[in-house]
């Protein structure tokens, strides 16, 4: 298992995880419009999330874009 901190909660995921695996807690899709992520303060592009592996301690921030007035 692996501990990353998930915007700053800890969590646990199976070795060999990638950036969408850690974004599937969040019920965040390849198609899902809005959404940012970073891994130790360095943006991952959409394309990359499926083929980015996360490391022991990685500071995965996801930032979602809401519609307010």
Not at 16 to 27: E, R
Request: aromatic share 2%; charged share 25%; hydrophobic share 45%.
């Amino acid at each position: 298992m692996t501990t990353i901190r998930l915007n700053g909660e800890q969590r646990r995921l199976d070795d060999g995880a990638t950036v969408q695996h850690a974004l599937d807690l969040l019920n965040v899709t390849p198609d899902s419009r809005g959404v940012a992520v970073a891994v130790d303060r360095e943006v991952v592009p959409r394309g990359d999330w499926a083929a980015t592996a996360l490391h022991e301690g990685a500071a995965v921030e996801v930032v979602m874009a809401i519609q307010g007035g």
